[in-house]
């Protein structure tokens, strides 16, 4: 399906007409020949092509780095969308020359992304920059000539190169960005917004952040009739509901976790995230499409999952309330009517002496699908417990919760022997099966260990790993 596109490439204003759902990717090296742009995985793994997108905001434009091969072109109408090329400069802005001067590129394939990626950091920060902040914005990059060391350093150079500047006009004034970048707000704000209403029918792809679907089916789609949801703003924002906390459906990952809300319930969600996605993944993924995905290991599923999220469906005029601990059917089987879209995800606000933790273990520490993960929020009354949720992803056909040793565990007092059977009946609840992830009893063995970690985690005061000991 064409659709009119309106937005700014670079320093350049465009009206395109393209398939909605063909690749920004595609769409840069094959319709506009910028070619600086490369294409390495396209599962959003490498990096090799990482663009900026920009949006208005009330504090100006944000901007933040995406791999454009996971990303659908209908979704780029009034944003400014930034290659490599769109960063040149007359001479090598400071990121290149950070990257020149300590010797962290090679053959230059993936320079391009990385140079990306750094600037983007350098606009968004609100700190000094440091090691911590560099490697957060390269943990999406995969380079295996240059050796991640000598980017990793480069951390002193920016910091030489760039000093305390921030944001836009800082880092324009100090020749970081092209001139043209000042004056993007201004033009932004002269397109106007496509105010066409969401029609879903049955077959049709409904995308949000497209970071799984995009891998899955990414051939079948620019050919298809995709109904690209974040066209719709509507869909978007996390609010303050009293009891509860609103997460819209086109919420991020890096949103969620970076909301104060959210911060606040949850405290340490950004931890958590570093273990889930690159941030050029998280800047896309949608805690809405990890849920309607249904994964056995979505891994905010199974957080969501242990806060007794619930979820608003609405087709038309209609709306309804699912809870998500009743929303997986069978694998992969939702509860979800044909025609039913998912608006919004309800937290009820954690009770003020709640301990929550999350755990995952994956074949890598980092950016890897989780072999098993587990969330508890628990509650306690002096030393035994008054209230529990456990969940368990990777170990059935659905995000599970483990009712069972849950109701072991209500009202008893915290005890290495009492953890022990909790595990034990966690395991009779559970149905692993063997695949690349892990054997059956190595998931099994797995889940235990995240039970254990939960406690020693949460109630540190009362049961330590040692005690734990077998």
């Known amino acids: ?120 950091y350098l606009i968004e920060r609100n700190s000094d920059i440091d090691l911590n902040g560099v490697k ?52 932004l704000r002269a397109i106007q917004d496509d105010d066409t209403e969401v029609q879903l029918s049955d077959g049709s792809f409904v995308i949000a952040g497209g970071t799984d679907i995009y891998v899955q089916q990414g051939d079948a789609i620019p050919d298809s009739r995709p109904i690209l949801l974040n066209r719709f703003s509507e869909l978007n924002g996390i609010r303050d509901q009293g009891d509860f906390i609103g997460i819209g459906a086109l919420v991020t990952f890096e949103e969620f976790s970076h909301d104060r809300l959210v911060l606040e319930s949850i405290p340490k969600i950004q931890e958590y995230m570093t273990e889930i996605a690159s941030v050029q993944i998280r800047n896309r993924a949608t805690l809405a499409g990890n849920v309607i995905n249904a994964s056995p290991v979505g891994d905010m599923t199974i957080l969501l999952l242990a806060l007794g999220a619930d979820l608003l469906m609405k087709e038309g005029e209609i709306e309804r309330t699912v809870p998500l601990s009743e929303f997986y059917k069978g694998y992969k089987k939702i509860a ?27 074949k890598r520490k980092y950016l890897d699908i989780a072999s098993v993960n587990s969330a508890a929020v628990i509650r306690l009354d002096q030393a035994a417990i008054l209230k529990i949720t456990l969940t368990a992803g990777g170990v059935a056909p659905i995000p599970l919760r483990l009712v069972k040793a849950e109701s072991f565990l209500k009202g008893k007092e915290i005890s290495a022997e009492v953890i022990f059977e909790a595990s034990a009946i966690a395991q009779e609840e559970i149905a692993p099966i063997s695949d690349v992830r892990g054997s059956a009893d190595y998931k099994r063995l797995l889940l235990r260990q995240l039970i254990f970690a939960h406690f020693v985690c949460l109630v540190p005061e009362r049961i330590t790993a040692r005690s734990l000991c077998a």
């Open 1 to 120: 399906m064409t659709t009119d596109l309106h937005f700014i490439l670079n320093e350049t204003e465009l009206r395109e007409i393209a398939d909605s759902g063909t690749l920004v990717l595609d769409f840069l090296r094959e319709t506009k020949r910028l070619t600086g742009t490369k294409e390495g995985c396209r599962e959003g793994d490498c990096g090799a092509c990482a663009v900026l997108i920009g949006e208005r905001s009330d504090s100006g434009v944000r901007y933040k780095s995406v791999t454009s091969c996971l990303m659908p072109i209908g979704e780029i109408h009034g944003k400014h969308l930034v290659t490599i090329e769109g960063l040149n400069l007359k001479a090598l802005s400071s990121v290149q020359q950070a990257i020149v001067d300590n010797g962290a590129s090679q053959c230059g394939f993936c320079t391009p992304g990385i140079v990306v990626s750094l600037t983007g």
């Open 136 to 187: 957060t914005a390269l943990g999406g990059h995969l380079c295996r000539c240059t050796g991640y060391r000598s980017l990793k350093d480069c951390h002193h150079l920016l910091q030489r190169d760039t000093g305390s500047a921030m944001g836009v006009d800082e880092l324009v004034e100090n020749g970081t960005l092209p001139d043209y970048f000042s004056n993007i707000d201004a033009r």
């Open 336 to 362: 979800k009517r044909p025609g039913e879209l998912l608006t919004e995800i309800r937290i009820p606000k954690p009770h003020s002496d709640a301990r929550i933790n999350w755990e995952k273990v994956s």
